[in-house]
C-alpha cells in the first residue's frame, strides 16, 4: 500500500491575494508612519522626481517618434510628386528611339489633340507647322515634345484676330 501525499495547490484564490495585498499595504502604511516627518518629504519629493523623468522621458520618445514619421511622411509625398514629374518622361514604347523624327511628331502631337500637321525635314532637325483654335492644346502638345526629350527652336506663334486660330511654326531637334 502506497502512502501518497496531499497535493499542495499553488493557485491562489482571489480572497488569498486581496488578504496577501492588504496586509502587505498595513505593513507599509506603518512603516511609513514610522518614518521621521523629514523622510516622507524625501520620499515623496523623490517620487514626484522620478515620476516626472519618466513622464519627461516618455514625452521625448513620443515626440522623437512623431517627427521621425513626419519626416517619412514628408519623403513619401515628395517622392510621390518627384515621379509624378517623370511620368511625362518616361516612353510608352521601347522603339520611340527607332522611328524618324517624323513620324514620332506625328504621333505624339495626334494624341495631344493637334489634327493639321506639316511635317518638313531640314537637315538633323525638322520643321513642323499646325493650327488649333485652343491656346490650352498648343501648350500641352508643345509641352509634350519638350517632356519627350527634343529641344524647340525657333518658336513662332501667331493668332489670327478674326478667327481665333493660332498659327505655330518650330523647328524640332533630337
Known amino acids: 500500500m502506497a502512502i501518497t501525499a496531499p497535493k499542495l495547490s499553488r493557485k491562489k484564490t482571489a480572497r488569498q491575494t ?43 520618445k513620443l515626440h522623437q517618434s ?19 514629374g517623370q511620368a511625362g518622361n518616361l516612353s510608352d514604347s521601347t522603339d520611340a528611339n527607332v522611328q524618324p523624327l517624323p513620324e514620332r511628331l506625328n504621333q505624339q502631337l495626334a494624341r495631344a489633340g493637334v489634327q493639321s500637321l506639316q511635317v518638313l525635314p531640314a537637315g538633323e532637325a525638322v520643321q513642323i507647322s499646325f493650327t488649333h483654335d485652343n491656346q490650352a492644346v498648343i501648350s500641352n502638345s508643345l509641352g509634350s515634345l519638350v517632356d519627350s526629350g527634343l529641344s524647340l527652336t525657333q518658336l513662332n506663334m501667331t493668332q489670327n484676330p478674326k478667327t481665333g486660330v493660332i498659327t505655330v511654326q518650330a523647328t524640332v531637334s533630337e
Not at 516622507?40 to 523623468?53: E, I, K, N, R, T
Not at 517627427?67 to 510621390?80: C, G, L, S, T, V
Request: charged share 15%.
Open 18 to 60: 486581496t488578504q496577501a495585498t492588504s496586509s502587505s499595504l498595513a505593513i507599509l502604511g506603518e512603516r511609513w508612519q514610522q518614518l521621521p516627518s523629514r523622510d516622507q518629504l524625501a520620499l515623496v519629493l523623490l517620487g514626484l522626481f522620478l515620476l516626472a523623468v519618466a513622464g519627461g522621458y516618455g514625452g521625448y
Open 66 to 84: 512623431a517627427n521621425e514619421q513626419q519626416a517619412n511622411y514628408n519623403q513619401a509625398i515628395d517622392e510621390f510628386f518627384w515621379l509624378r
